[in-house]
């Protein structure tokens, strides 16, 4: 049962389609997914009764549909699987085409919004925090999470940084850096609303903004609300 006192993390990880609703009232599920909702509801600015009706309805539906996938009901190693694949290719490709991107709206647009120079700066921030971050994670903590998804239920493979708690709680305070960042962006371009003079560039650029966010919070929510408290879980099974 969903109340007020249920935290953002349990209902988007009970309801997945509650991250859509959560992003169009600009709740964080991400980094503020400890809070409860009525926590978040009232940092956002919303009535929590209503948020808990409009969840039902997301709920029921939820049960409705064939199609959607339980990222809960996966092993370990396919969600890491779908993490790299979806998510960490993704927002490699994207750092490359919307850095380009934006030289060239700053460029052709800059010295009429000089906001943009800001948005450069700070989506420049974020690229220099994401790829020493998805390099980490790809290097060692998910290989580590990987054995120990393969490994009997007796065993614990080595861990060099002791337990793997250590290094999820690096990985979630570089994920608060970049929502904080993401806030800033959204903040800066006027929740990615194009001036009236924007080109064709400009529209592709703030679209493609947007749409980078989102894939970013479903990336974030996806590692902190549940491979982490999984990975956490596992660990201390086999430590038992």
């Known amino acids: 049962m969903i109340n007020s006192a249920t935290t953002v993390r349990e209902v988007a990880v009970q309801v997945p389609e509650s991250t859509r609703l959560f ?3 600009k709740i964080d599920y991400c980094c503020g997914g400890k809070r409860s909702l009525t926590e978040a509801c009232d940092s956002a600015g919303v009535g929590v009764e209503n948020v808990i009706a409009m969840l039902a309805v997301l709920s029921r539906a939820s049960d409705n549909a064939e199609d ?11 969600l890491i699987t779908h993490i790299l694949e979806t998510h960490h290719t993704f927002t490699k490709s994207e ?19 000089p906001e943009l120079f800001k948005v450069a700066d700070l989506f420049q921030q974020l690229c220099a925090d994401l790829k020493p971050h998805m390099f980490k994670e ?4 998910f290989p580590y999470i990987l054995r120990l998804d393969e490994a009997g239920s007796e065993n614990r493979p080595f861990a060099p940084f002791g337990t793997i708690e250590n290094p999820i709680r690096m990985m979630e305070t570089e994920h608060e850096t970049v929502g904080t960042i993401l806030h800033e962006l959204r903040a800066t371009t006027s929740d990615y609303n194009v001036p009236t003079d924007g080109c064709l560039s400009y529209q592709t650029l703030y679209r493609g903004l ?12 996806l590692e902190n609300n549940i491979l982490f408290p999984r990975a956490i879980e596992l660990e201390r099974a086999k430590l038992s």
């Open 23 to 25: 992003e169009k009232l």
């Open 68 to 78: 959607t996938r339980d990222f809960q009901e996966l092993s370990l190693t396919a």
């Open 95 to 113: 750092m490359d085409r919307l850095t380009a991107l934006i030289d060239k709206v700053c460029t052709a647009h800059g010295s009429n919004h």
């Open 138 to 141: 790809e290097q060692i903590l």
């Open 210 to 221: 947007a749409d980078f966010e989102k894939d970013l919070y479903q990336h974030i929510h």
